[in-house]
């Protein structure tokens, strides 16, 4: 898995009433009411390495998942035994509203923004026109901007390796 990971997040997710299979339930205002999800991390040393061994671990991972998945849907609709949703201990009921208040203010002003600059200037047509070129081009000839940024990651990691070795000898 390289030196790029340092976790690995298996996350569950369940719909408890009208489960949309489509876009096309979304476009038609099928939303889904809730939304539960279940976040087990993994850290990178528990993870085999082995590609036998890596391979029996993802199949263990899958038949939790469709355990789970079983137990949520036959069950209580929840993933927790309590029924209740859990709040990390690291996050308040507060912050969380303050955090789904803030959500919904930038998504809808921030889209009505981005077009009022559309049509209102021509420099912000232009520039989107630009990045629009730029990240197809990017996408073509590299496979993507992800692709780009742990290149540089690697390259910058090897210079600091470099750098430090170089500083050990003197």
């Not at 709040?87 to 203010?105: G, T």
């Not at 200037?121 to 780009?148: D, T």
Request: aromatic share 14%; charged share 25%; glycine share 4%.
């Amino acid at each position: 898995m390289g030196n790029n990971l340092d976790a690995i997040h298996d996350i569950t997710v369940a719909y408890p009433q009208n489960i949309p299979q489509t876009e096309k339930h979304l476009l038609n205002g099928n939303f889904p009411k809730e939304i539960h999800f279940h976040v087990q991390r993994y850290p990178v040393e528990t993870v085999p390495t082995a590609k036998e061994e890596l391979q029996l671990w993802c199949q263990k991972r899958w038949e939790e998942k469709e355990e789970r998945l079983r137990r949520f849907y036959e069950g209580g609709k929840c993933f927790d035994e309590t029924g209740q949703s859990i709040v990390p201990p690291c996050k308040s009921e507060l912050r969380v509203l303050a955090v789904k208040c803030i959500s919904l203010l930038y998504w809808t002003v921030f889209p009505m923004g981005t077009f009022a600059l559309l049509y209102l200037y021509s420099f912000a047509r232009w520039y989107f026109a630009a990045l629009i070129v730029i990240f197809v081009v990017q996408q073509k000839i590299f496979g993507g901007l992800e692709l780009i940024e742990l290149a540089c990651h690697q390259y910058f990691k090897k210079q600091q390796k470099l750098n430090d070795t170089k500083i050990k000898k003197k």
